[in-house]
């Protein structure tokens, strides 16, 4: 029998859950079981299962984003993006194909719903992708450092779920108000607002590290002025996405002890506005959403 023919395509379900957490924690990644209900909830979750034992051995998520303000998360009206992530295969399972199947299934997905794939590739994945008729836009890297610092006693900044969406709309070109909305209500997140309402910085739990992104900032200097109030309330390991566009921030970043984890590239299937940075995104929600 081949391996092919020892697994069985499934659609992940809200139970499903945490069988995709344990393989991301087996590759090491930050995301969450709330990470893996949102994309069940929301997206489309493809999955193989081994038919003797029914273990997930290999998955891959899409996700699509309304194309506008308002528009909401997962309708994929008006065309919109749909972003590709959580492409994961069991170590045993590597090099038959089987990312590259899941991958197919979420092209044919988005693009029925006339939304165009989008995701952050590792250099490692690039070839892959291209092959796939991926187009490479701007850089962006993975900064990781660890806060010493017991966190501040001020409280977080009050803020307001659909306000934050709006800007994080405008800066991204597309809407994902149930993702922030998602983001907002779990234990241990953090926001800090600027002073002007005009941007903002939200720090979520992750598996391994506090997860920094997405940052919204009318400039570079408000963009550091927003992370200096962020990492004060911070302490421990601490992982942030940034384009490097940003090299007064990745500077800062790096006198403050940050240091490079490894890059990526944003990739886009047919038109997408990713050959630039968007001017008013300065870290971004993680690979897995953008």
Same mark, same amino acid.
């Given at each position: 029998?081949?391996?092919?023919?020892?697994?069985? $395509?499934?659609?992940? =379900? +809200?139970? &499903?859950?945490?069988?995709?957490?344990? $393989?991301?924690?087996?590759? =090491?990644?930050?995301?969450?079981?709330?990470?893996?209900?949102?994309?069940?909830? #929301?997206?489309?979750?493809?999955?193989?299962?081994?038919? &003797?034992? =029914?273990?997930?051995?290999?998955?891959?998520?899409?996700?699509?984003?309304?194309?506008?303000?308002?528009?909401?998360? !997962?309708?994929? @009206?008006? /065309?919109?993006? !749909?972003?590709?992530?959580?492409?994961?295969?069991?170590?045993?399972?590597?090099?038959?194909?089987?990312?590259?199947? %899941?991958?197919?299934?979420?092209?044919?997905?988005?693009? @029925?719903?006339?939304?165009?794939?989008?995701?952050?590739?590792?250099?490692?994945?690039?070839?892959?992708?291209?092959? *796939?008729?991926?187009?490479? /836009?701007?850089?962006?890297?993975?900064?990781?450092?660890?806060?010493?610092?017991?966190?501040?006693? #001020?409280?977080?900044?009050?803020?307001?779920?659909?306000?934050?969406? !709006?800007?994080?709309?405008?800066?991204?070109?597309?809407?994902?108000?149930?993702? %922030?909305?998602?983001? *907002?209500?779990? +234990?241990?997140?953090?926001? #800090?607002?600027? +002073?002007?309402?005009?941007?903002?910085?939200?720090?979520?739990?992750?598996?391994?590290?506090?997860?920094?992104?997405?940052?919204?900032?009318?400039?570079?200097?408000?963009?550091?002025?927003? %992370?200096?109030?962020?990492?004060?309330? *911070?302490? /421990?390991?601490?992982?942030?996405?940034?384009?490097?566009?940003?090299?007064? $921030?990745?500077?800062?970043?790096?006198? #403050?002890?940050?240091?490079?984890?490894?890059?990526?590239?944003?990739?886009?299937?047919? @038109?997408?506005?990713? @050959?630039?940075?968007?001017?008013? $995104?300065?870290?971004?929600?993680?690979?897995?959403?953008?």
């Amino acid at each position: 029998m081949a391996p092919s023919e020892a697994l069985s $395509l499934v659609v992940l =379900g +809200p139970d &499903d859950a945490p069988d995709g957490l344990a $393989l991301s924690d087996a590759a =090491g990644w930050n995301q969450t079981a709330g990470d893996w209900r949102f994309f069940v909830r #929301h997206g489309r979750v493809f999955g193989l299962r081994a038919a &003797d034992n =029914g273990r997930l051995v290999a998955t891959a998520a899409a996700l699509p984003y309304g194309s506008g303000v308002g528009q909401g998360v !997962g309708n994929g @009206a008006g /065309g919109g993006i !749909g972003w590709i992530s959580m492409v994961l295969v069991a170590a045993e399972w590597r090099h038959q194909g089987l990312a590259t199947s %899941l991958m197919g299934h979420c092209i044919a997905h988005l693009r @029925a719903l006339g939304a165009t794939p989008v995701l952050d590739a590792t250099p490692a994945g690039q070839p892959a992708y291209a092959k *796939l008729g991926f187009e490479a /836009g701007f850089a962006l890297s993975r900064w990781e450092g660890t806060l010493a610092q017991a966190p501040a006693t #001020h409280a977080t900044n009050a803020v307001d779920a659909a306000a934050i969406a !709006g800007l994080d709309a405008q800066a991204n070109g597309f809407d994902r108000g149930a993702l %922030l909305t998602d983001f *907002l209500q779990r +234990p241990g997140t953090r926001v #800090h607002a600027s +002073p002007d309402n005009t941007g903002f910085a939200l720090a979520r739990q992750g598996r391994r590290a506090t997860q920094v992104g997405p940052l919204v900032a009318a400039d570079e200097a408000s963009a550091v002025s927003l %992370l200096q109030a962020t990492f004060a309330a *911070l302490t /421990g390991p601490v992982f942030l996405d940034v384009p490097e566009r940003w090299t007064a $921030l990745t500077a800062w970043l790096a006198q #403050h002890g940050f240091a490079r984890q490894r890059s990526f590239a944003r990739m886009a299937l047919g @038109a997408a506005p990713i @050959a630039s940075v968007p001017h008013r $995104l300065f870290v971004v929600a993680g690979p897995e959403f953008g």
